[in-house]
Nanobody, 121 residues
Framework: QVQLVESGGGLVQAGGSLRLSCVAS????????MGWFRQAPGKEREFVAT??????DYADSVKGRVTISRDNAKNTVYLQMNSLRPEDTAVYYC????????????????WGQGTQVTVSS
């Protein structure tokens, strides 16, 4: 069992940056594949980034602007987001699954409560 708590969301102007954090408790985050997803109003939850071992994968819509990383000592996973756009506005969720979990929402077993990111134009 693992509990996930996200933080770091907020309101930012287009072109700005945010760093989201996800603290895992219960088991170490290094034991899991970790992912970030987002959900905008009226839309389905979509994949943003995932990290298993040292292998990262990104959605095309954020590639080059977003970096996922982890600090095993702090049991924390980060999502650094740069050059933010209004279309990045969504609730961002941290999730955990088996190592090598990939991009599919249904493959993730544990989810955080989400943190709101709003990008103004």
């Amino acid at each position: 069992q693992v509990q996930l708590v996200e933080s770091g969301g907020g309101l930012v102007q287009a072109g700005g940056s945010l760093r989201l954090s996800c603290v895992a408790s219960g088991r170490t985050s290094s034991s899991y594949g970790m992912g970030w997803f987002r959900q905008a109003p009226g839309k389905e939850r979509e994949f943003v980034a995932t990290l298993s071992w040292s292998d990262a994968d990104y959605a095309d819509s954020v590639k080059g602007r977003v970096t996922i990383s982890r600090d095993n000592a702090k049991n924390t996973v980060y999502l650094q987001m740069n050059s933010l756009r209004p279309e990045d506005t969504a609730v961002y969720y941290c999730a955990a699954g088996v190592l090598g979990v990939g991009r599919m929402v249904e493959n993730y077993r544990y989810w955080g409560q989400g943190t709101q990111v709003t990008v103004s134009s």
